[in-house]
């Protein structure tokens, strides 16, 4: 009896030491994956606060790159104004001398009124696109794109006690280790710890699939009711993409703003093409009216010739056709030419005719010019191959942009998906709660709800209005063009008539500046003046020192 009591006694004694040596180990296991637990969901926490605050640095840099571009936009606008004003403020051209022809001077003005409407438009796009972006940016920094700081409940839910291991089954309690306990739970709640790739021998060793602590299971489902309850989402799941949720609501509100930005671009070259062109119709009038001098002016044709034609260079892509806009640039040269016809000292009748021809293709030029920039600066419905093309600039391949100035506008929009190699920890511990990674939307349905975005910004005829106002500005423009070329054939009509002009200053001829004369007529001496030969008789007198009379002799 005495054997049996000590094999007893030693038997108890084991299995005790056993029990209290499992014990002691799976507590320990326990408490230091409680431990782990903790610390990875404060550094889980970390990283994300620490990803959430470059996702504002991404909202602020995309808003700065749109607000500094608009500022040199308003920069470069307000010096066209100044330079415009100092061209317009003389009123007209030859101050100390009778003024150039009508025609030169409507070529002259129509592109001041035109630089003036341009460069006012870039002043009010540039202004909304500026401010719109900074509201947007200023909108999600202050009720979007949030730090996640955890809340005191949040940490509360994911730490543990010490004493919480009693409440734990007897088997996890008593659990031997290293056997295998692979087996369905009552409630088939398997598929655990999965997630990781691992080779075969050690996904024999760890606890996956059934085999995980009942703590494990418990803490997945409380971790996934609202743990991580400051990261929140504010977009429906049909809205979000594979990209970061700022990312996508960013690209959406970027459509409020965006046309402006392009056609703010557009309109600085809009407006300085027709500076160029009113600056040089400018020198034609005061190098012949006032200095005479004709080689001088043709020295200025040429570089302003050769600026227009490298600013078309800079700002349109080739491929678009025949380059129709080149020729726009040649109106300096005819309308250079017919104006020292208009100079020669003797008239001629067939000399007449060629200035007539070299003014009306100097019109027709602009006409045909401004048609072509319509025509340039409308939106494309197919996307450029820039487009999407990282390293460059980027904009989604739905915006509708005139494609010919696609690499003069600058655009960068967030990208539509996160490259190999990255991660959207925020994202990640909000789908975990969840408890299911969330499913982006097909592609069919992708395209179609951000096109239907794009025509909604875009406005019921299918435009945006900053694309109206600048389209506007250039069929006014065409107008104009065509105003004063009928303008110009009422003139050609008159010609050689009592009236040649619809307006006289009082006691002065119908062309305010010097006379021309025709050669002398056989048997006769005095030489005839163009268009008073007819009604007041020749002028006498002109081979003296009247010859190159002035307004002061002909007012006296």
Request: charged share 15%; proline share 6%.
């Amino acid at each position: 009896m005495a054997g049996v009591e000590i094999g007893a006694a030693a038997a108890a004694v084991t299995a005790g030491s056993v029990g209290m040596g499992l014990f002691s180990y799976n507590r320990g296991n326990y408490l230091f994956d409680q431990k782990n637990h903790y610390t990875r969901f404060t550094a889980g926490l970390n990283m994300a606060i620490a990803q959430m605050g470059i996702y504002k640095q991404d909202i602020a840099q995309l808003t700065e790159l749109t607000a500094t571009r608009q500022d040199c936009y308003h920069g470069i606008a307000a010096m066209g104004l100044t330079i415009l004003t100092a061209i317009y403020c003389p009123g007209r051209v030859g101050l100390h001398t009778p003024p150039p022809p009508a025609w030169l001077m409507g070529l002259m003005f129509v592109n001041i009124a035109g630089c003036y409407m341009f460069l006012g438009l870039t002043l009010w796009l540039a202004m909304h696109a500026s401010m719109r972006a900074n509201t947007a940016a200023t909108h999600m920094l202050t009720r979007f794109v949030r730090l996640p700081i955890p809340s005191q409940g949040m940490l509360d839910k994911a730490r543990k006690f010490g004493s919480s291991y009693e409440e734990q089954p007897f088997k996890e309690v008593f659990r031997v280790p290293f056997t295998k306990h692979q087996r369905a739970g009552p409630n088939k709640d398997g598929g655990h710890n999965e997630d990781v790739e691992v080779d075969a021998a050690a996904q024999k060793r760890s606890r996956h699939g059934y085999d995980v602590p009942a703590w494990y299971r418990k803490e997945k489902a409380v971790d996934n009711n609202d743990t991580c309850e400051s990261i929140g989402s504010m977009m429906p799941l049909g809205a979000e993409g594979e990209a970061p949720e700022h990312f996508e609501a960013y690209r959406e509100l970027q459509l409020e703003w965006f046309p402006y930005d392009v056609y703010a671009r557009l309109s600085i070259f809009l407006a300085f093409m027709h500076l160029t062109h009113c600056w040089a119709y400018m020198q034609i009038g005061h190098q012949l009216a006032e200095t005479r001098a004709l080689f001088a002016c043709a020295i200025v044709m040429l570089p302003m010739f050769v600026l227009q034609q490298v600013i078309l260079t800079l700002d349109i892509i080739p491929g678009w056709g025949l380059p129709i806009h080149r020729l726009g640039p040649c109106a300096l040269w005819t309308a250079f030419f017919a104006a020292c016809i208009e100079y020669e000292r003797w008239f001629s009748s067939s000399t007449q005719g060629v200035c007539f021809l070299l003014v009306y293709a100097s019109y027709a030029i602009e006409i045909v010019y401004t048609l072509q920039l319509l025509r340039l600066c409308r939106p494309a419905c197919t996307a450029p191959e820039v487009v999407e093309s990282p390293g460059a600039s980027w904009w989604p391949g739905e915006w509708r942009l005139p494609t010919a100035f696609q690499h003069a506008i600058w655009l960068v929009a967030p990208p539509k998906k996160l490259e190999d190699g990255q991660v959207d920890i925020v994202a990640e511990l909000r789908d975990a709660q969840r408890d299911a990674p969330r499913l982006p939307p097909t592609e069919a349905a992708i395209t179609a709800e951000r096109r239907l975005d794009v025509h909604r910004a875009l406005g019921q005829q299918g435009e945006s209005a900053a694309w109206f106002n600048v389209k506007s500005g250039l069929v006014a423009m065409v107008l104009a063009w065509v105003f004063m070329t009928f303008g110009f054939t009422i003139e050609v009509i008159n010609q050689g008539t009592a009236h040649p002009s619809l307006l006289n200053a009082p006691g002065l001829p119908n062309n305010a500046r010097d006379p021309r004369y025709r050669p002398a007529k056989p048997g006769t001496h005095e030489p005839v003046e163009v268009g008073t030969g007819g009604v007041y008789g020749p002028a006498r007198g002109v081979h003296t020192s009247k010859m190159h009379r002035r307004l002061a002799d002909l007012a006296a």
